[in-house]
Structures are given as C-alpha cells and as structure tokens.
C-alpha cells in the first residue's frame, strides 16, 4: 500500500478509500499485506483525471465495471472509456460557459440583486419563471406535446 501510495501520489486513506468504491482492487499475502497489479497505477491515474473533470467516482466505477479485472487493459479499452465520457465533459463546459457569461453581466452592475436589476430583471419578470436562478440556467431544449391521432 506504501509503495503504491509512493507512485500514485495519493495518501494511503485515499487508497483504502478507492478500494472500498470497487475502483481498484488488491490481493492478499500469507502475511496479510495487501499486493496490487502494476494495473492499478492506471485505474487511479484515470480516477485522479476523472475527479479533476467533475466525474463523480460512481460513474467512474460503473465505467471500470466494462473494463478486464485481470490485468492490464489495452487502448482500445481506455479509449472507449474516454469517448463516454468525453460528451459530459462537453456538456459541463458548456454550462460553465453560460453560467459565466451571465455572472458577469449580472455581478458588473454592482446592484447584486435580481429582484432590483433593471438591466437583467426588469420588474422582477424572472420571479415568475420560479425558484432558483433561471437568468442563470441553460435553457431548457422545447419539446413539442406529442400530437393526438
């Protein structure tokens, strides 16, 4: 667990933690020591990328569930499990994008309030769009009601 420790940089609790998720997996000595397979350096590579992109562990989890347990996956493996995820990626930048792009026009008049902004929220219409903050959301695709025969 040291060593492993040592290589990914991760602290042994974090190990234990990964673990416990089914992320990685170890098998035990005679001595009880815990010995991991050189692919486990992989799998908390791509769990340590996963986190820094806002994929939560259950999904990473999920997608290690496809993956060879024995062994050491091969590219084809790590690039179907990149593409899957690559559309989320997409997706959460483009709402960081938009939620950006609105903060800025909201905070850079100084008023700090919707209900008074005249610029964004004239007459409070955006108390009638509900709870939350719909200036601030992606808007929703439309969907047409289905048609009657």
Request: proline share 8%; with cysteine.
């Amino acid at each position: 667990m040291g060593q492993l420790a040592a290589r990914s940089g991760l602290s042994v609790s974090a190990l234990h933690f990964y673990e416990r998720q089914g992320l990685i997996g170890s098998r035990r000595t005679s001595g009880n020591q815990r010995r991991y397979p050189r692919s486990v350096l992989r799998r908390v590579a791509v769990v340590r990328a996963a986190q820094q992109a806002g994929i939560p562990l259950a999904t990473v989890a999920a997608a290690f569930e496809h993956l060879p347990h024995d062994g050491v996956p091969d590219q084809s493996d790590w690039q179907e499990l990149s593409g899957a995820w690559r559309d989320e990626i997409e997706a959460r930048i483009a709402q960081l994008e938009h939620l950006r792009d609105r903060l800025d026009g909201c905070i850079g008049c100084g008023c700090l309030s919707l209900s008074a902004c005249s610029l964004i929220n004239p007459d409070d219409r955006q108390g009638a769009a509900g709870p939350g903050a719909p200036a601030l959301e992606p808007a929703e695709p439309r969907r047409e009601p289905p048609h009657s025969p």
